[in-house]
């Protein structure tokens, strides 16, 4: 799975036809991977100085 951030927005992207079964771990690093590009996508919105 692809995880973009674009237009302030977090885009997830798996294969075609893909489907997930996570251990809690990897459960949890994904958590950790959505908000850390949550974070961007926030960034990104934020009107720039300058």
Do not use: F, I
């Not at 949550?38 to 100085?49: H, K, V």
């Amino acid at each position: 799975m692809t995880v973009l951030v674009e237009d302030g927005r977090v885009v997830l992207v798996p294969p075609p036809g893909a489907s997930a079964v996570l251990s809690a771990q990897q459960t949890r690093s994904l958590g950790l991977v959505l908000d850390q590009a949550a974070g961007s996508a926030a960034r990104s919105r934020e009107p720039r100085a300058g």
